[in-house]
Antibody, heavy 122, light 108 residues
Framework: QLQLQESGPGLVKPSATLSLTCNVSGDSINSVGFYWGWIRQDPGKGLEWIGSIYSTGHTYYHPSLKSRVTMSVDTSKTQFSLQLSSVTAADTAVYYCARHVGLPAPYYFDHWGRGTLVTVSS | SYVLTQPPSVSVAPGQTARITCGGD??????VHWYQQEPGQAPVLVVH???ERPSGIPERLSGSNSGNTATLTISRVEAGDEADYYC???????????FGTGTKVTVL
């Protein structure tokens, strides 16, 4: 049974870099055809996709966040990470990691982590 | 950029049918996926590729997609169907995922 678990600081200061890690268990992060993504949700609001990464390192990023987002994957540790730079209060959200079908084209997210709340505040 | 519009809320009596729409420009040409999110929980995929149900999702949930509107239909609504529902597509013009604005389903 595939499981994803987010980890990282729950509080980040304005202008700092938000860093989160998603640990993958129950399946290989090298599974062919699957990408690993990050989605966030403002408290009480809708879902926003941040970006996705393949085991080879290929990435897709949301156009509006692209300048601030870096994603990486560590296949030996079966985890992938998100860094979001120059954060503001608008980046306060619950952050989810998830797996999605990515080949031959990006499709649906079939497994999600439970999410972690990150608050940006001094 | 591509926009998906959903009604903010839908109310339905138990046993009746709820229809949740997702509007987008020529959305019928895209694959639409639907997620159910209960309060405090992560989203769960309930329909993919317009009308396919993942294992474990009841047949009462069904999807369709044509023209400028995709629809998630919940038949014989139960109290446990009360949740937020989101549609989602991949916008190949700009290579990014788009989620709908979300619909809160209330069971009266």
């Amino acid at each position: 049974q595939l499981q994803l678990q987010e980890s990282g600081p729950g509080l980040v200061k304005p202008s700092a870099t938000l860093s989160l890690t998603c640990n993958v268990s129950g399946d290989s992060i090298n599974s062919v055809g699957f990408y690993w993504g990050w989605i966030r949700q403002d408290p009480g609001k809708g879902l926003e996709w941040i970006g996705s990464i393949y085991s080879t390192g290929h990435t897709y990023y949301h156009p509006s966040l692209k300048s601030r987002v870096t994603m990486s994957v560590d296949t030996s540790k079966t985890q992938f990470s998100l860094q979001l730079s120059s954060v503001t209060a608008a980046d306060t959200a619950v952050y989810y990691c998830a797996r999605h079908v990515g080949l031959p084209a990006p499709y649906y997210f079939d497994h999600w982590g439970r999410g972690t709340l990150v608050t940006v505040s001094s | 950029s591509y926009v998906l519009t959903q009604p903010p809320s839908v109310s339905v009596a138990p046993g009746q049918t709820a229809r949740i729409t997702c509007g987008g420009d020529n959305i019928g040409s895209k694959s639409v996926h639907w997620y159910q999110q209960e309060p405090g929980q992560a989203p769960v995929l309930v329909v993919h590729d317009d009308s396919e149900r993942p294992s474990g999702i009841p047949e009462r949930l069904s999807g369709s997609n044509s023209g400028n509107t995709a629809t998630l239909t919940i038949s014989r609504v139960e109290a446990g169907d009360e949740a937020d529902y989101y549609c989602q597509v991949w916008d190949s013009n700009s290579d990014h995922y788009v989620f709908g604005t979300g619909t809160k389903v209330t069971v009266l």
